[in-house]
């Protein structure tokens, strides 16, 4: 394989990384908005200081989902690092 199609194959895989950075900002932003949407309107419908109850909750479940999500995401990168790490060992050996 020569530069240029090493640079091709790295810049493709950097507009993925790009594309996938912009969703899981979509995603941690609809993480937050979601519980706080439903919060307020949960309180609205109750009444009285339910709104100012319900935000709270509603801001620990926006960072407890964010955490799960996190945790899944680092499970796949390791997984991922270790195939990498696998397959460099291979690629070692058969140098040698």
């Known amino acids: 394989m020569d530069i240029e199609q090493q640079l091709e194959q790295v810049s493709a895989e ?52 964010v955490i799960i999500r996190y945790r899944k995401i680092s499970k796949k990168m390791t997984l991922l690092d270790e195939k990498v790490r696998t397959l460099r060992k291979k690629v070692e050996e058969k140098e040698q």
């Open 14 to 65: 950097r507009e993925q990384f790009v594309t996938r950075i912009f969703w899981l900002g979509l995603e941690i932003a609809l993480l937050f908005a979601i519980p706080l949407v439903a919060a307020i309107l949960i309180g609205l419908r109750i009444g009285g200081n339910a709104v100012w109850i319900g935000l709270p909750i509603a801001f620990v479940l926006s960072w407890v989902l």
